[in-house]
């Protein structure tokens, strides 16, 4: 089985900062793409940023210049830096990874359980 599990959420003030982790563990033969998603109350889950296995990476352009994606593939790890926070980036921040195991080849969408980020103005 697979697990993947949030953490570093929390409060802070209007332009501080936050680092969020997200730990995948169990029998990962490979992982191809790691991501962040948040999902606001009342409003739609939305894609926050995204890297790939070979580095590359893209993000909602909310968040382009403060927030950084990061991986580390030694632990199957993927960060995700935010910098001059706002309150509208307060929600649930939940990771996401394309993983594939040894009883199962084939690449699956697991999804972690979200961490809250509260931003105070």
């Known amino acids: 089985q697979v697990q993947l599990v949030e953490s570093g959420g929390g409060l802070v003030q209007a332009g501080g900062s936050l680092r969020l982790a997200c730990a995948a563990s169990g029998s990962i033969l490979s992982i191809y793409a790691m991501a962040w998603y948040r999902q606001a109350p009342g409003k739609q889950r939305e894609l926050v940023a995204r890297i790939i296995s070979g580095g590359s990476t893209n993000y909602a352009d909310s968040v382009k210049g403060r927030f950084t994606i990061s991986r580390d593939s030694a632990s199957n790890t993927v960060y995700l830096q935010m910098n001059s926070l706002k309150p509208e980036d307060a929600a649930v921040y939940s990771c996401?990874?394309?993983?594939?195991?040894?009883?199962?080849?084939?690449?699956?969408?697991?999804w972690g359980q979200g961490t809250h980020v509260t931003v105070s103005s």
């Open positions: 996401n990874a394309d993983i594939a195991t040894y009883s199962s080849v084939s690449y699956r969408l697991y």
